[in-house]
C-alpha cells in the first residue's frame, strides 16, 4: 500500500524568507510520480510541481524546488522568497504504477508580514 | 495549466434525494478521472478512478450504490450520490489527467450540504 506522510500539520514563515515542508512516502513500486499540490481556503487543488522517481535532478518551478531524496524517501518542497499569498494547505501527493494519486495529511502554511 | 471544471460549486439537497455533480476537461482529453473526497481539514480521499472506455474503479470501503460514477466521454465524468443524507456532506473535488502528462488537474471542487 502507498503511504504519503507529512509530520508538520501547520508551518509558519516570515515573509521573504524561504520554508521547507516535509513529505515522505512508502512505495514498492520502481516507477512512481511525486507531486506538490496547493490548495487555498477557496478550495481548488493548485498543481505546484512534480518529480518523477526516474529523475536525477531535483525539479524547479519558479520559487519552488522539490528536494528530492530518493534513499530516503522523501520529496521535500521548498519555497523560496514566501509571499502573503503562499499561505495556504500544502499537499504531497504520489501517483503509483496505476496512476492513482495518494495524498498526505496537509501543511497548513502561515506567512507573516 | 489545463483547465477542469466542476459543477455546481455548491449544492444543498435534502435528504433521500440524488445529487449530480459533473467534472469537465475543457482543453484536453481526460483518458483518466478520480473522485475525491475530502473533510474539513483532512486529506484528499479517493474515491474511485475511471479510465477511458472502461468501469469505474471503487476503492476499498467507498459503496459503488450509493456513489455512481460514470465517465460518458473523454471530456466529461459524473459523481452522482444517491439517497444523500447528511453524513454524506462533504467536500467532493474531481481530477483528470491524460496520457501524455505526468500531473492530475483538479476542479474547483463541490460542496456538499444534506439536510
Known amino acids: 500500500a502507498q503511504k504519503i506522510t507529512q509530520t508538520q500539520p501547520g508551518m509558519f514563515v516570515q515573509e521573504k524568507e524561504a520554508v521547507t515542508l516535509d513529505c515522505t512516502y512508502d512505495?514498492?513500486?520502481?516507477?512512481?510520480?511525486l507531486f506538490w499540490y496547493k490548495q487555498p481556503s477557496s478550495g481548488e487543488m493548485i498543481f505546484l510541481i512534480y518529480?518523477?522517481?526516474?529523475?536525477?535532478q531535483n525539479a524547479t518551478e519558479g520559487r519552488y524546488s522539490l528536494n528530492f531524496q530518493k534513499a530516503r524517501k522523501s520529496a521535500n518542497l521548498v519555497i523560496s522568497a514566501s509571499q502573503l499569498g503562499d499561505s495556504a494547505m500544502y499537499f504531497c501527493?504520489?501517483?503509483?504504477?496505476?496512476?492513482?494519486?495518494?495524498f498526505g495529511s496537509g501543511t497548513k502554511l502561515n506567512v507573516k508580514p | 495549466g489545463a483547465v477542469v471544471s466542476q459543477h455546481p460549486s455548491w449544492v444543498i439537497c435534502k435528504s433521500g434525494t440524488s445529487v449530480k455533480i459533473e467534472c469537465r476537461s475543457l482543453?484536453?482529453?481526460?483518458?483518466?478521472m478520480f473522485w475525491y473526497r475530502q473533510f474539513p481539514k483532512q486529506s484528499l480521499m479517493l474515491m474511485a478512478t475511471?479510465?477511458?472506455?472502461?468501469?469505474?474503479?471503487?476503492e476499498q470501503g467507498v459503496e459503488k450504490d450509493k456513489f455512481l460514477i460514470n465517465h460518458a466521454s473523454l471530456t466529461l465524468s459524473t459523481l452522482t450520490v444517491t439517497s444523500a443524507h447528511p453524513e454524506d456532506s462533504s467536500f467532493y473535488i474531481c481530477?483528470?489527467?491524460?496520457?501524455?502528462?505526468?500531473?492530475?488537474?483538479f476542479g474547483q471542487g463541490t460542496r456538499l450540504t444534506v439536510v
Open positions: 481530477s483528470a489527467r491524460w496520457r501524455d502528462r505526468s500531473e492530475a488537474f
Open positions: 512505495t514498492s513500486d520502481q516507477s512512481y510520480g
Open positions: 518529480q518523477g522517481s526516474y529523475d536525477e
Open positions: 501527493a504520489m501517483r503509483d504504477n496505476f496512476n492513482k494519486f495518494y
Open positions: 482543453d484536453f482529453q481526460a483518458t483518466t
Open positions: 475511471s479510465n477511458e472506455g472502461s468501469k469505474a474503479t471503487y
